[in-house]
């Protein structure tokens, strides 16, 4: 709840007062003096009144923190996503609940479209059992149908999308990808990595992909939904993770037209970096609102989807995931892109896989590459080894922040319980001083980051069970990886990641304050309102 007079101009001087600001950049303060969309002061009302005479005064019930920086999410994907069918675990149930949406949607669109679902949970909704062609065949026999994971690395087809991807039992698997086959060696519908990417990814697909992305129109209102939930959460910043052409060209004319509300930076899909290249564009190109951050790959599969890159195969079996770039276009890329001066964000999930990217980086280096803040998406599983090198390699890392509260119940059974104490190794990243950020990888986790700083916090998940509890930090150090490690990791701590003078004047009302309640409970702090360079974004009704 706010009041306000009178409206805010250019050059206008904005008093927000509030019950407790933490600006994490100094003691804690009442009230805030805004220059347009930047913080002059923080400090007390009466004084900083007096000081700075405000043209306008904002008053708020609540905390203000700065802005949430999420530094690795999918908010082009998300656009794309909400304008399908929504088969997370909190709405898809069960299994019959599944089939029940799928069959909805097949019967509120046109004949031969095709009917696309995410963030299935196999563990959630379907007991652990993953899905196949015939379950889909079963749920819509006369239409294709794509049904991807949370994890986002693999999908299921059911015999007509099998048919409409040219995909039959005598097909071989694509170079990074796998298809999937039951006992008889049939296709049984699942696709993975870059055999679901030609289907649907089209920032990372060989060709045209198979599944016809939305119209431009479409699009573009997929993504004001998609801010307004994040904006709902807090969210002020995020790193677009995986940026195609069609992808830049949504986030462009979304800025171009005003309806770019969210702080984006872009990671461009590394197929794509030829185009880069040829512009002479380098990271930081762009403005506060729109930029590019650098360059996206991949080394392994899913942390969540039980196909990453590891040392030692998964619990009770003998796989040890899978390698989605060979070790030789693995230096390739590192050397190029790197010795280009240009931030490469790469992917690496398992132990083998960062252990692989980590040769590839101290080859660039000893070549002669720029030192930059090249970034280890994910990091998920390190030791001793692989801590050392990334802080010699000078490396920034962005581990999931949500995923042991999430993700947990079926990280035991993938990892067992002695490597989940270094994985999401945030406590022993942090002691070695290297710089960690905060992300939700978002569909694959989720977006909330009060919710991943309470998983950071507590690590258990939710039905209880601890998860590398010795991995535990602070909800203090928990809220720096979603502000101002987030911003190390983008390059932008100038501007962002504290409510200091001079940055932008991006910041959250919550309604309690999160450094005085137990790390249980900040999760369900109510975020009151979202403020995006001294504006609203967001106001909770």
């Known amino acids: 709840m706010s009041t306000a007079t009178p409206a805010a101009g250019p050059g206008t001087w904005t008093l927000v007062v509030a019950d407790r600001i933490h600006p994490l950049a100094g003691p804690p303060g009442e009230a805030l003096v805004l220059l347009d969309d930047r913080v002059a002061a923080v400090g007390d009302p009466r004084e900083l009144r007096e000081r700075f005479r405000p043209d306008r005064t904002v008053e708020l019930d609540g905390v203000l923190v700065p802005g949430f920086n999420d530094a690795h ?37 046109d004949q031969g479209q095709w009917v696309v ?5 196999h563990t959630k909704t379907t007991g652990g059992r993953v899905v ?19 994890a986002a690395h693999w999908g299921v087809l059911n015999s007509a999308g099998l048919a409409a991807a040219g995909l039959a039992d005598a097909s071989t698997d694509p170079p990074g990808g796998v298809l999937g086959r039951n006992a008889a060696g049939e296709l049984n519908g699942v696709v993975y990595e870059q055999a679901l990417f030609d289907v649907s990814y ?5 060709g045209r992909t198979v599944v016809p992305p939305s119209t431009p129109a479409a699009r573009l209102r997929g993504l004001a939904r998609a801010q307004q939930v994040f ?74 989807g039980g196909n990453c890159l590891v040392d030692e195969p998964f619990e009770g079996t ?27 964000a790469v992917h690496a999930n398992g132990d083998r896989a960062i252990r692989k990217l980590l040769d590839a980086h101290e080859r660039a280096r000893a070549s002669g590459a720029p030192p930059r803040r090249h970034r280890i998406e994910h990091c998920s599983l390190v030791d001793a080894d ?46 070695a001083g290297i710089p960690v950020a905060g992300s939700s990888d978002y569909p694959c986790g989720p977006y909330e980051p009060l919710a991943a ?47 200091a003078p001079g940055m932008l004047a991006d910041f959250v009302e919550l309604g309690r304050d999160p450094f005085q309640v137990p790390p249980d409970e900040v999760v369900d702090i109510p975020v009151r309102s979202t403020w995006v360079g001294g504006r609203p974004v967001h106001t909770a009704q």
Do not use: W
């Open 73 to 109: 999410a999918h908010p082009s994907m998300t656009a794309e996503n909400l304008l399908h069918v929504d088969c997370s675990p909190e709405v898809a149930t069960d299994e019959d609940v599944l089939v029940r949406l799928l069959r909805e949607e097949a019967a509120a669109i």
């Open 202 to 206: 089209p920032s990372l697909a060989r």
């Open 318 to 344: 003998d796989d040890h995931g899978m390698q989605t770039m060979d070790d030789a276009d693995l230096r390739d890329l590192v050397e190029r892109v790197a010795g280009d001066g240009v931030v490469l």
């Open 453 to 499: 700083i309470t998983s950071c916090a507590e690590r258990r998940a939710l039905d209880g069970t601890a998860i590398g509890p010795s991995q535990r930090i602070s909800v203090r150090e928990a809220f720096g990886l979603y502000t101002t490690g987030a911003a190390y990791a983008a390059g932008e701590e100038r501007l962002k990641g504290t409510l």
């Open 117 to 121: 679902g995410s963030r299935y949970d």
């Open 386 to 431: 692989i801590v050392g090198r990334i802080r010699a390699l000078g490396l920034v890392v962005v581990p999931f922040g949500s995923y042991a509260r999430f993700h947990g119940d079926k990280l035991v059974g993938y990892y067992g319980r002695d490597r989940l104490e270094r994985m999401f190794a945030h406590r022993t990243l942090l002691d």
């Open 231 to 304: 904006h709902a959460a807090g969210i002020t910043s995020m790193v677009d993770a995986l940026c195609g052409p069609d992808d830049v060209a949504l986030l462009s004319e979304a800025a171009r037209t005003g309806q770019l509300t969210l702080r984006v930076a872009m990671l461009v899909a590394f197929p794509h970096y030829d185009r880069i290249a040829a512009l002479g564009l380098r990271s930081g190109f762009g403005d506060e609102r729109l930029r590019l951050l650098g360059v996206k790959a991949f080394v392994d599969g899913a942390c969540a």
């Open 132 to 150: 196949d062609r015939e379950f889909l065949d079963r749920a819509v026999p006369d239409r294709p149908v794509l049904l991807t994971h949370v």
